[in-house]
């Protein structure tokens, strides 16, 4: 099927560009709640399901034995913008398990931040695995090893007992057969796995309320959406969509972003997930789009409709500060 | 109508995005060549059609007063990176007509090419408007004015002479009507009104040929034409589309990137012109297919086809060199 367009990208009078895709927002159960277009076509999650793939970190114990709190929990499921804070932050990660930078193998890029890249520019000859965007993650995939006493040399690799030990998560919480099949390579180099949009939204769902999780699972989920939620900043960073919509509803939203046009979100107080793809892989759809499907699940007079909705449509401005036109999601649903 | 997939971008075995879009080529009498989608959609050619605004600065004869060769008129149809060469030629152009940068009213931005951001950021404090993309365009805008004894004052402005000219130059070559009602406003804040896809090509193809053109505009046409092929690092520079597909046919293509997705390209010695619209914005989609459609016209032995067609897939790399996944054109028609 061809998904409906989500989002439009107007100049002047006229719909300059647009974009199409999916989502879908269930509950615990999994029962749909609603849904735009195919929420069956296999999707890569890519970033957008470190939360998923932090849970060995925790329910090994490793993150109790390293004494990490809410700062380094949220920056083990962020797409951070590599900060100074963040950059430190993943160090003394790795440094709790006695690790350093050369023991991570995401690779290193600049800034996908333009203030943050020309703060880089500026203080340093050039980006180390530190700096890059999944540096919290792979932190916490080397802690959930070195706590075990597994080598982390090759975590990274399809077949390490690290990734294994996640295929297996997400399977079940997605309810996907993951395998060679339906992997692809990530950005920092670990697999990943398309799974139906509706299956992505359902493990985030049963994240969030618990639903058919095991106690320790149930447990180190609430744990680190709570993490997320109080430290947003350490999920992604200065200007992000992820942390702007944490801070738009303190302790009520979880956020997660992922590569070519996916988003995440849950609001656990009322057991509901969503996830958005879009077709194109353009992220300024994606964000218009989850912001105003979030944006629906709070009452007509509660201040945080009206900060989500804002970021539903997004005003964008030239280079002399004129309104030209504006990016806007067309097909939001009604809760 | 909606428009099909143009390009894939995969990842491992799957499709992970898809770009939809239209294209046309046509020859100088406007006949189409061929077609993908609606051809016919009102389209902001945004920077595509810069050759087409650079006109009145040929023909009121400006360029030859002031000494311009084929890197001035090169850079007055530019979207340049903001390179050093960059920034000092439009500087140059400025000083022709007794002008400086405070004259130049379309902004400062710092450069969107990551390598020139980075020597930017350490080698000055804040960008200029000599540094905007469009510089060269603005500059050549000024010299027009200035050379004929109109005050540049709000050569930006919808009713400054100027830009009435240049719509008079476009309404003739695209066939549109252009007013208010299909107007925008620019990102370096001149006025971009939407034409028919095939109309853009036509008035491309005219260009290239003659047909149907005063002999004045036929000349001007040209030399713009064949200063672009002659120096295409001034027309974009390191790293980019426009300046790599000229230099992949020297002198025998002409081809310029506009924001948004669209594309314009046009084989002079074969009469030809192509226009590309992505219906989402996004230029690695608009670059694979103007790369696709362009191969077509060149014989199967010969180079040309075979470097034009590698820029038609472009293998995707992850921060550790892993090939990840392919933009791909999907929809190239047969010349």
Redesign the interface.
């Known amino acids: 099927m061809?998904n409906p367009v989500i989002v439009e990208?107007t100049?002047?009078?006229?719909v300059?560009?647009?974009?199409?895709g999916a989502l879908v927002a269930v509950d615990g159960d999994g029962k749909v709640v609603f849904s735009i277009g195919d929420i069956d076509a296999?999707t890569?999650p890519r970033s957008a399901c470190k939360a998923m793939q932090a849970l060995p970190l925790m329910e090994s114990g490793a993150a109790d034995a390293y004494g990490f709190g809410d700062k380094e929990l949220a920056l083990a499921c962020s797409s951070h913008n590599g900060e100074d804070a963040h950059v430190a932050l993943a160090a003394a990660m790795l440094a709790r398990a006695g690790r350093g930078v050369e023991t991570l193998?995401?690779?290193?890029?600049?800034s996908s931040s333009?203030k943050v890249?020309?703060h880089q520019?500026?203080t340093m000859d050039k980006p180390t695995a530190l700096h890059?965007n999944c540096s919290g993650k792979h932190a916490g995939f080397i802690c959930a090893c070195c706590h075990r006493g597994i080598d982390p040399n090759g975590y990274v690799g399809y077949d390490h007992p690290l990734q294994a030990e996640i295929r297996g998560v997400m399977e079940s919480l997605t309810g996907a057969v993951l395998g060679h099949?339906?992997?692809?390579?990530?950005?920092?180099?670990i697999p990943?796995y398309?799974v139906p949009l509706r299956g992505l939204a359902h493990g985030f769902a049963k994240m969030a309320t618990g639903n058919g999780l095991e106690p320790l699972r149930a447990k180190a989920s609430r744990r680190l959406f709570d993490a997320c939620m109080a430290e947003p900043f350490y999920v992604a960073g200065t200007g992000r969509a992820c942390t702007a919509l944490m801070e738009a509803a303190p302790g009520r939203i979880f956020a997660k972003t992922g590569a070519?046009?996916v988003f995440c979100a849950a609001i656990p107080e009322q057991g509901i997930a969503i996830a958005v793809k879009?077709?194109?892989?353009?992220s300024r759809?994606s964000e218009a789009m989850v912001a105003a499907a979030l944006s629906r699940f709070f009452g007509k007079d509660d201040p945080i409709r009206a900060s989500l909705a804002a970021m539903a449509t997004i005003e964008m401005h030239?280079?002399?500060?004129?309104h030209?036109?504006d990016i806007r999601a067309t097909a939001a649903p009604t809760a």
């Open positions: 061809t990208v100049r002047g009078s006229l300059e560009s647009q974009h199409r296999p890569f193998e995401c690779g290193a890029h600049w333009q890249l020309i520019a500026r890059n099949d339906n992997c692809g390579t990530d950005g920092c180099s990943t398309a070519e046009g879009c077709d194109d892989g353009h759809a030239n280079w002399n500060g004129i030209v036109g």
